[in-house]
């Protein structure tokens, strides 16, 4: 995946950039897509320097526990929002 830093976009070679784990459930995968999609959100109406984990939570409607879970910051988040949007 990639991530962005410093407004370049740079391969997310470390683990901490990657998602925890991969939903299997269908409720699990509801979850992680809306993470995703309030992180789409976020960057298309408020900007980039608006994300972070808990405003990311308050707009998907999940718990802060729930972002933690299947992401371990947002870096991993907005990376697996590029990727999806490459797919």
Same mark, same amino acid.
């Given at each position: 995946?990639?991530?962005?830093?410093?407004?370049?976009?740079?391969?997310?070679?470390?683990?901490?950039?990657?998602?925890?784990?991969?939903?299997?459930?269908?409720?699990?995968?509801?979850?992680?897509?809306?993470?995703?999609? +309030?992180? #789409?959100? !976020?960057?298309?109406?408020?900007?980039?320097?608006?994300?972070?984990?808990?405003?990311? %939570? /308050? $707009? +998907?409607? #999940?718990? !802060?526990?729930?972002?933690?879970?299947?992401?371990?910051?947002?870096?991993?988040?907005? %990376? /697996? $929002?590029?990727?999806?949007?490459?797919?």
């Amino acid at each position: 995946g990639l991530v962005e830093r410093d407004g370049r976009l740079e391969k997310a070679d470390d683990p901490v950039s990657r998602p925890r784990r991969k939903p299997k459930q269908a409720r699990s995968q509801q979850i992680v897509l809306a993470i995703e999609e +309030a992180c #789409v959100r !976020i960057l298309t109406e408020e900007g980039p320097d608006a994300v972070n984990t808990n405003r990311i %939570a /308050e $707009v +998907a409607g #999940v718990n !802060i526990a729930s972002v933690y879970r299947y992401f371990p910051n947002k870096d991993a988040i907005m %990376a /697996e $929002v590029y990727e999806r949007q490459l797919a």
